[in-house]
């Protein structure tokens, strides 16, 4: 039996398993409120139930995080206040999200958590956090997928020049 085998629960996290899951948490508690503000801002009922669906994926997310941590003796990061609900009328025209800005900022949260996700199961030692972290990345590509047919039936996708010429080969 090698170094480290057996119930990985049993085995200690690494100072890189440690800070990658801590910032992970941080930032995905930081992300939650921001989107709870985003449900208070659109006006689009796909978007608004692809919001909540995504905050309540994002809330599991942090107590199986934070479970592990506290398990392993580790201080958690503080948790923003949830933002109340609002309706969008209040909020003056002026200092609304509108629903493409909400849906492009989210895709480009989703693909970085995708990234951090990425780079933690890269380096895990521990079987367990990586499984957990390769369900997080699943959940995350399942959901930009949705997104993307989200905002592109709404037209609110904006490519980048698309490049419809291709050069002739040369044969040498």
């Not at 997104?147 to 980048?160: A, C, D, F, Q, T």
Request: hydrophobic share 40%; proline share 8%; aromatic share 6%.
């Amino acid at each position: 039996m090698g170094i480290l085998s057996g119930n990985p629960q049993n085995e200690p996290m690494h100072y890189g398993e440690v800070f990658g899951v801590w910032g992970y948490l941080s930032t995905v508690k930081g992300l939650l409120v921001g989107y709870q503000t985003f449900i208070n801002h659109t006006g689009d009922k796909d978007l608004k139930g692809f919001l909540e669906d995504l905050t309540r994926e994002m809330k599991q997310e942090i107590q199986q995080v934070e479970e592990l941590l506290k398990v392993n003796g580790v201080a958690l990061p503080p948790t923003p206040p949830e933002r109340p609900v609002a309706s969008l009328e209040s909020i003056p025209v002026g200092a609304r999200f509108n629903d493409p800005e909400i849906a492009a900022g989210v895709a480009r949260d989703l693909a970085a958590g995708m990234v951090t996700c990425s780079q933690i199961i890269g380096q895990c030692i521990r079987e367990d956090i990586a499984m957990m972290y390769t369900q997080f990345h699943s959940a995350k590509v399942q959901a930009a997928g949705r997104l993307l047919r989200i905002s592109k039936e709404k037209g609110w996708l904006v490519p980048p020049p698309l490049h419809l010429q291709t050069p002739e080969l040369v044969h040498a």
